[in-house]
């Protein structure tokens, strides 16, 4: 049970990196400006992804959009970004970050937290964990 396991975290790795990968080129997004601009006085959950994605970065994105609107909205000190890496404007962010295929980023005032595999793990078979994690990591960057 546990090779099964392990066998699908490794195929979820290789998948988020050819599977759902990037092309990007040059010019800065509004996005990735605001991005670098509140960095340091906000958390924020930063869903990467390329043009392609397969069912998992479609769920991963879904999951973390459906946390933000319905735990953080209204919260000025917490923002969500959806960045497509294949657009020339948002070179600069993904380089910022590493970035090279779908991830999914908590930004917490300047720290990031790469949770890109906890996401690929639950977003399909465990949504509502990978929601839990989200919510946890923002709450205790709003607190923290």
Known sequence: MNKSKLFIAICSIA???FGCGNGAKTK????????IATAD???QIIYFHGDRRCPTCISIEKISTDVYN???KGEKSVKFFNMNIDRDENRSIAE???ITGSSLVINVKGKPND???EAFKYALDEP???GKLIVDIVVK???G
């Open 15 to 17: 998948l988020l990196s």
């Open 28 to 35: 800065e997004s509004n996005d990735s400006k605001e991005i």
């Open 41 to 43: 006085s906000t958390v």
């Open 70 to 72: 319905q735990h953080f």
């Open 96 to 98: 910022k970050f590493r």
């Open 115 to 117: 949770i890109t595999f």
């Open 128 to 130: 509502d964990s990978l």
């Open 141 to 143: 960057g709003i607190n």
